[in-house]
């Protein structure tokens, strides 16, 4: 009777360690957007231009935790207030992992984003970054790559001009350029830091 | 010590009063608390202003248009989310219900500023006017947060 009752009680064990371990595995495939991380990102490298007009490829930044987020200058909310976030973030970062995070700022408006529009701008939020622009083919072949969005929309009742409707991800790339985490708007600062100091 | 935290106190509150303002006229029932505005690069011509409306009369207030000293044009906008996208567009007005309060911030609706006269910088103290349907405004000073 004893045997059975502790067989049962280490069967009861075993059942539930699997239990965890697959709840374990399926919540670090979850992101804080619910995308699925697997069609993200298949080949780990693209090409654009930097703002100082050099060639950029991905793949010569391994070893490197990456933050990559498309938008443009001129976006007039979800852009200023996401780099405003990122400034916390690295604020919240120690010396060595704040030097080894990039943020990659993917312009969506070649057309107005000049090289040097990019980089005063992204100075300005006191971060680690480099904007990067391209033609339009260029910009549209990594926005595919990454499975984000945008769309011209021409504002003719608005002095604005036109606008843009894009995704407001923030990809997190790890030092071997494969894209392990989404972050999502309503991310807290502190969270998203403790996440990077995990890689 | 003690000098320091009655400075920080006065600095505090100073900092509260400007950003809250109260109407006069038919809206005197509506309050405009935490006004804030996105500070931005020099080179960069626009902004987006943020704040709380209440309205503590018995009648629906509306929102129609918004003016600024600092802009050439200030439009309501709001964004929402669309086809997985972030969608922004131009609202013709903003309800703020009997009893009740409408947020303007991040990601919902904002008031746009638009060919900035000069740049906004952290900690600036900008006015804005609201103009609501029934025909009074309100002006509010808005402190520029940001970098």
């Not at chain 1, 300005?124 to 929309?153: P, R, W």
């Not at chain 2, 609201?130 to 402190?143: E, K, M, P, R, Y």
Request: aromatic letters at 10%; charged letters at 20%; hydrophobic letters at 40%.
């Amino acid at each position: 009777m004893l045997m059975f009752v502790a067989n049962k009680i280490i069967f009861l064990i075993v059942l539930l360690g699997v239990c965890f371990s697959w709840v374990g595995c399926e919540s670090q495939e979850k992101t804080s957007t619910g995308m699925d991380l697997g069609v993200i990102n298949p080949q780990r490298d693209f090409t654009l231009h930097d703002q100082d007009g050099k060639i950029f490829h991905l793949k010569d930044h391994r070893g490197e935790v990456i933050l990559l987020f498309f938008g443009y200058t001129s976006c007039p909310d979800v852009c200023p207030t996401t780099l405003s976030k990122l400034a916390r973030v690295y604020s919240l970062l120690g010396m060595g992992t704040r030097q080894k995070l990039l943020t990659l700022f993917v312009t969506i408006d070649p057309q107005r984003d000049t090289p040097q529009k990019l980089k005063e701008y992204l100075q300005y939020f006191n971060i680690n970054a480099v904007g990067l622009s391209g033609t339009k083919q260029e910009i549209d072949k990594v926005v595919d790559a990454y499975k984000a969005m945008y769309e011209k929309v021409d504002t003719n009742s608005s002095a604005l001009g036109y606008m843009f409707d894009h995704t407001d991800y923030l990809y997190l790339i790890d030092k071997e350029g494969k894209t392990s985490y989404l972050f999502h708007p309503e991310d807290k600062a502190q969270d998203m830091a403790q996440i990077i100091k995990g890689l | 010590m003690k000098t320091k935290n009655l400075c920080c106190f006065i600095f505090i509150f100073f900092v509260s009063f400007l950003s809250y303002a109260r109407a006069d006229g038919l809206s005197k029932d509506i309050f405009i608390s935490n006004a804030w505005v996105q500070a931005m690069p020099s080179s960069q011509k626009i902004s987006a202003a943020y704040m709380v409306i209440t309205n503590n009369s018995p009648k629906e207030a509306i929102l129609v248009s918004a003016s600024s000293d600092i802009a050439a044009t200030a439009e309501i906008h709001q964004m929402s989310e669309m086809n997985g996208m972030m969608n922004m567009a131009m609202a013709a007005n903003v309800h703020v219900p009997a009893q009740g309060k409408v947020t303007l911030q991040p990601g919902g609706f904002h008031i746009m500023l638009i060919n900035l006269k000069k740049p906004l910088n952290k900690g600036d103290i900008i006015p804005i006017t609201l103009h609501f349907q029934d025909g009074s405004n309100i002006t509010v000073n808005a402190d520029v947060r940001g970098q």
